[in-house]
């Protein structure tokens, strides 16, 4: 059934909400100590004073403004400030490397740009030279008698108004660059039609309403956060408290009571993981009676629960579950995932305490939802069915693996970006001749409509005996352990796979510290007979449903994660495997030279 709103614009999208939740909350912020609230009345006014004071600036139609920000209000007053005037917004984060906003900047062309505060503004003017099209830099923070900030254009706004322009479905609405593992970003050109009719497909598919709340932390700055949280949510008259910081999170959740979750694996993961090592901490009937309430919970989700169990799995969920979920707030009852395949025991785990867990699948250059689960249509392994206006193609003719129903994934539809700015090359390879989008993603659609995510054409390699891994999935499982804060599984032409492991480091040390094995220095502890033993085993558990030729025989033990900062990870915490193959080629080599002089020796 069609849903009752159609939006072609995201300006569709801010005049319905402003007019209609005018007095209900929108944007929740923390500040010292005590969250405080904003009206969509309030929004609107501050956006309407903005988009006045652009136009002062001489933005208009088919410009760019950019920002580098974190989560705030004022991100999305930029973001519909600028829609409003026909321009196109241009998202950066603040952790991105300079040579990174460099680029993106010289590469969009933008006008104006939005930064945090003077110490960003301070780095913006040492490239400045380099930016001949950026006219002005406004800073987010400071009052309206300061000079060159957001505050004192909107007193110009207010004194000046500016009409709201009315752009064309099929303009551009913003330029989302992707982060890449590889080369200089890729500006994804999303038109206002891309995001808005996936905006249009989640209020045909998910039961949210006003009165629903989350807590945003996934970056306005990615599509993800962009579109499914901060344009759905705000098309629906829902509130968003922005979270402090991720090591805030949870006690951020217990304050704001969000009824949704937007997240991506990594924290599933990290609820899984924390949940995992607190009940290996309680008494023994404690911890018996919450994975009693797992197993009824999962029979419950299968139709196998009998009279006697569902007493048991109420009287458990009062008394244990309904703990758990009071940590998140209370109130959570749908949890969304998306931006890499969630683990399926992960999704089972999140569900058996009692939210609802629905698993999507897109990429930027699907604005992003292609396939997702939805009440009454979801199956846990798969990403779900194509939402309304797209399709799914499998092109088996790209399938770098045994499974003959495997192919890589292309999508169709109203949700298929214009197109890589200034990248014809970058066009001509992702676009089929029906104007598919090749996803460079591994998959399979059973016979129920599901698709399954099996990994990434170019990550898969074939080891030295001919056989395919992919190890996506190897890591996802690996990162389960509740030692393993981050993992990379490498073989490519190789005799068999090796594992590249960052320790949670406290949790070895506390095992070490039961054991008896001194922790430091760190290279001892890592060396250590019964910590190598620890992590053989770790990874025999994480991976024994898996074939013998994918599982890691050999590992090494590193002390640094895998973070943005030293550039291991996209800032879409995407792994950047060359990277890290490159840090770590010598212990790499290492490992597969002894291997060679082991082999040979027992010739």
Known sequence: ?????????????????????????????????????????????????????LSQLGVGPADKVAIISNNRAEWAIGAYATYTLGAAYVPMYEAQLE?????????CGAKVLFVPDEKFSAKIEKIRPNLPKLEHVVRIAGDASDKDTMAALRKRGAETPAPIVEPKAEDLGGLIYTSGTTGNPKGVQLSHSNMAKNVTSMHELFPMAAEDRSLSFLPWAHSFGQVVELHGLFSMGASMGIAEAVDKIVDNLS????????????????????LQKRMAGEAGWKRALFFKGLALAKQKREGTLGGLGGLQLNLIDKVVFAKVRARFGGRLKYAFSGSAALNKDVAEFIDNLGIMVYEGYGLTETSPIFTANYPGN???GSVGKAVPGTRVEIDHSNNPTDDPKQGEIICHGHNVMMGYFNLPEENSKVFTDTKGLRTGDLGYVDSDGYLFITGRVKEQY?????KYVAPAPLEEALKLSPFIANVMVHGANKPFNIAVIVPDMDALK??????????????????????????RKEINDQLKEIKGYERPQKFVLVHEDFTTANDMLSQTLKLKRRNVVAKYNGDIEAIYTDAAKDSKNKD
């Open 462 to 466: 074939k080891l030295e005996n001919g």
């Open 378 to 380: 979801r199956k846990i």
């Open 99 to 107: 040579k990174d906003w460099e680029y993106i900047l010289k590469d």
């Open 1 to 53: 059934m069609a849903s009752e709103v159609q939006f072609e614009t995201l300006v569709d999208i801010y005049k319905r909400s402003v007019g209609r939740y005018a007095s209900r909350e929108l944007f929740g912020e923390k500040k010292n100590g005590t969250w405080s609230w904003m009206t969509y009345g309030q929004f609107a006014q501050m956006t309407d004073d903005l988009r006045g004071g």
């Open 510 to 535: 506390a095992w070490a510290k039961e054991k008896g094995i001194a922790t430091d220095p760190i290279p001892d502890l890592f060396n250590h007979s019964d910590t190598q033993a620890l992590f």
């Open 255 to 274: 304050e704001v009571q969000p009824t949704l979750l937007f997240a991506v694996p990594r924290i599933f993961n990290r609820i899984y993981d924390g």
